[in-house]
């Protein structure tokens, strides 16, 4: 089966733009995941799906960012506009309803300048 | 909240065996997973382990939990330079977010 997919997988823009991250998880998955990862970090959570239903998104940052899961599918995380700070990778994930693995994707690295 | 740490290093020659080290927090943390990273790509899992078990063995990887302790390890067999990356352990209850170390850097020489 084909793993998640992410795109772009690089972005550059200047401070102060908007971007916007898109990831298609694995077919039958309903559960999706955006986690952020500074360098030298592990991943952190930003916001959990079940469905189309944000059910954790106590960790992502509302004065800028934003996501959707429209039709439960596959979901867009938005930034805007860009700092500095954003700079980072963001790694997409999937797993079946309240199963143990998570499959993650390449991830779209940002540089923000 | 819980809270994943691991050593930042470990050097190894080929051929020798690798031993990775993570400690957790969460005693309600009811998987604890091992991750692998490789340069500019996203994370493989590659294995993970239950609560209650005391080792898991797969192939060249062997994971030893002591649930006391909240230690965590994974040994890599015959390590290759194929094996150098970044290793994450991570610990989770089921279908919740992964709480993840800083992970390990392994670095093989031949």
């Known amino acids: 089966e084909a793993g998640v997919v992410q795109s772009p997988r690089y972005k550059i823009i200047e401070k102060k733009q908007p971007v916007a991250f898109w990831c298609n998880p694995i077919s039958g998955h309903n559960t999706l995941y955006w986690y952020l990862q500074n360098l030298g970090q592990g991943p952190e959570l930003l916001i959990r799906?079940?469905?189309?239903?944000?059910?954790?998104d106590s960790q992502l940052p509302k004065d800028r960012f934003s996501a959707e899961r429209l039709k439960g599918v596959d979901s867009t995380l938005k930034i805007q506009p860009a700092e500095l700070g954003d700079s980072a990778v963001y790694l997409c994930a999937s797993s079946r309803t309240r199963e143990k693995t998570q499959y993650f994707g390449p991830g779209t690295r940002l540089l923000v300048l | 909240g819980e809270d994943v740490e691991q050593s930042l290093f470990l050097s190894v020659r080929e051929g020798d065996s690798s031993v990775i080290n993570c400690t957790y927090t969460?005693?309600?943390?009811?998987?604890l997973y091992w991750y692998k990273q490789e340069p500019g790509a996203g994370l493989q899992l590659l294995t993970y382990i239950f609560s209650n078990m005391d080792m898991k063995q797969d192939q060249r990887l062997t994971v030893l939990l002591n649930k006391k302790d909240k230690h965590l390890s994974l040994r890599i067999a015959d390590t290759q330079t194929g094996d150098s990356a970044i290793y994450f352990c991570a610990a989770s209850q089921a279908g919740t977010a992964l709480i993840f170390g800083k992970g390990t850097t392994l670095s093989v020489s031949s």
């Open positions: 969460d005693s309600s943390s009811t998987y």
């Open positions: 799906y079940e469905n189309e239903e944000a059910v954790d």
